[in-house]
């Protein structure tokens, strides 16, 4: 069974940094794509970022770029998100989700833009609230 758990979150002054952790089990870890995604209250969830457990590749929102970045530990089978120059905008629960990156019956052959699409995902965290005060 695909299990996911997220950590990490918390209260944090703008400006400031958190860094999330997603650990995983229940699946081959190589051959699965981590995503990482957020929804403000009251809003749709939005992708934030994504990373192949295969080659690394990874994708992020524009609103992120040169603040946030993904990583991947194989030997604790654990993804994490690195956030910095955190704004009041970032203020959401964040969920990790993991999906094969490999399915040619849906016509997928390894990560690509879709991993931001929280639609292409069947596994998903219980999540984590990051709240950023200004």
């Known amino acids: 069974e695909v299990q996911l758990v997220e950590s990490g979150g918390g209260l944090v002054q703008a400006g400031g940094s958190l860094r999330l952790s997603c650990a995983a089990s229940?699946?081959?870890?190589?051959?699965?794509?981590i995503g990482w995604f957020r929804q403000p209250p009251g809003m749709e969830r939005e992708g934030v970022s994504c990373?192949?457990?295969?080659?690394?590749?990874?994708y992020y929102v524009d609103s992120v770029k040169g603040r946030f970045t993904i990583s991947s530990d194989y030997a604790k089978r654990t993804v994490y998100l690195q956030m910095n120059s955190l704004e009041p905008e970032d203020t959401a629960a964040y969920y990790c989700?993991?999906?094969?990156?490999?399915?040619?019956?849906?016509?997928?052959?390894?990560?690509?833009?879709?991993?931001?699409?929280?639609?292409?995902?069947?596994?998903w965290g219980q999540g984590t609230q990051v709240t950023v005060s200004s």
């Open positions: 989700a993991a999906e094969r990156e490999y399915n040619p019956s849906e016509g997928r052959y390894g990560l690509g833009p879709w991993g931001l699409s929280h639609f292409e995902y069947d596994h």
């Open positions: 229940g699946f081959t870890f190589d051959d699965y794509a």
């Open positions: 990373i192949s457990n295969k080659d690394g590749r990874t």
